[in-house]
């Protein structure tokens, strides 16, 4: 029952984005003139359709994607006898400007932005308008917003075998309160305190909050036999910009997405092993466990979830790839540049196979997800 639920939650979010994506060109097809045959979520045959002041709207039997059929973008062969019948020339998307075409191009990437920025908005309202990071991020410059250190207890350690502090009887696990007097805030402070002594004394206190006063000799490398933990958190803070803080978020994760692609690329080039950034692109196998994952973290986070794959989704359509809406506003860009259209079927045959080769890769993604499914189920338990 719970794979039924998933799957349905993944059909909803994912028709939601597709929903919003397609409604973009949608309503700039209307903005501009354009004529707009149908408007239809799915592929495949249709389930239920509704014509309506010219246009047909559809649901199909696939419900993994969607299309708006508008005069004058893509190929003439999807337009059928009766919508011939109606064809107004001053309805055909090539007859408007350049500007007006790349327009409607590019409304949909602009409507997966807009609820990415509406959901982040909603996360950082219902989340006191901070949101934790990853400790490594913690020198990251935020733009509309800043980060900040959040102490949650004392400095958690754990006694090392044989060790200096194993020869003392501090307590095998527990906090460290003080070092020769000076209060432990952070775990960074700790060295500085021990730095330049042959003995520290060291106030500590153990799971059940019984403390006491240890002396612990200091090995020539400056060690004590200790292995300490973090014990703050970092969060990314907006609460001094709320009005903006989801489109400032949404800029800082667009940044760190693209130092961490950034980092993986690098080592990827130097050790020549891909594996950890082919692993980092996933499909609707991943999206299923992603999904599975957050759907029972609570309303927030699954909220944040829908953000960030409309995010992606419109990452992933500004690509120069004809198929995609990048590729699309780059062809009328070359057009414009100079000065003549591409044959319509010339246009139609470089989408129609650019197309094909991207459901190629999404089924080499696809099974690459399933040959390494044990290791993506690792990831969200």
Not at 44 to 68: A, C, D, N, Q
Not at 130 to 149: C, L, N, T
Not at 238 to 249: I, N
Request: aromatic content about 10%; glycine content about 10%; charged content about 20%.
């Amino acid at each position: 029952m719970s794979i039924v639920t998933t799957i349905l939650l993944v059909i909803l979010v994912l028709g939601i984005l597709i929903f919003i994506h397609e409604l973009g060109h949608y309503l700039a097809a209307r903005l501009v003139g354009a004529t707009v045959f149908e408007f239809a979520l799915g592929f495949g045959p249709r389930i239920l359709s509704k014509e309506y002041k010219g246009t047909v709207y559809s649901i199909r039997l696939l419900p993994l994607g969607g299309f708006v059929n508008i005069l004058g973008d893509g190929d003439p062969g999807k337009i059928d006898k009766k919508q011939l019948k109606r064809i107004d020339p001053s309805g055909n998307l090539k007859n408007k400007s350049k500007i007006a075409q790349m327009f409607v191009m590019l409304a949909g990437i602009l409507m997966n932005i807009l609820l990415a920025i509406f959901c982040y908005f909603l996360v950082l309202g219902f989340s006191d308008w901070k949101i934790s990071m990853s400790y490594e991020f913690e020198d990251f410059k935020p733009i509309g917003a800043k980060i900040v250190r959040v102490r949650e207890t004392d400095v958690p350690y754990r006694v090392i075998e044989d060790g200096r502090a194993d020869q003392s009887d501090m307590p095998d696990e527990g906090y460290i309160k003080e070092i020769n007097g000076s209060v432990v805030e952070y775990v960074e402070g700790i060295a500085a305190l021990i730095e330049g002594n042959d003995i520290v004394s060291i106030t500590a206190c153990d799971m059940k909050e019984a403390c006491g006063v240890y002396e612990v000799e200091v090995a020539g490398d400056g060690r004590i036999g200790i292995a300490i933990g973090i014990n703050y958190f970092v969060y990314i803070d907006y609460s001094d910009h709320r009005v903006f803080s989801g489109f400032s978020h949404l800029i800082n994760n667009f940044r760190l997405i693209g130092s961490v692609f950034t980092s993986l690329f690098k080592e990827a080039r130097q050790t020549g092993d891909y594996s950890t950034l082919s692993q980092s692109v996933s499909g609707p196998v991943g999206i299923f466990f992603i999904v599975d994952y957050f759907k029972d973290l609570g309303f927030v986070p699954f909220i944040s979830l829908i953000a960030d794959l409309s995010l992606s989704l419109a990452l992933m359509n500004i690509l120069p790839i004809p198929a995609l809406d990048g590729g699309r506003v780059l062809i009328v860009a070359l057009e414009g540049i100079f000065g003549k259209d591409i044959n319509p079927k010339v246009e139609a045959a470089i989408i129609n196979v650019s197309f094909g080769l991207l459901m190629i890769l999404v089924v080499v993604v696809m099974i690459k997800d399933i040959v390494n499914i044990d290791e993506l189920k690792s990831l969200f338990e």
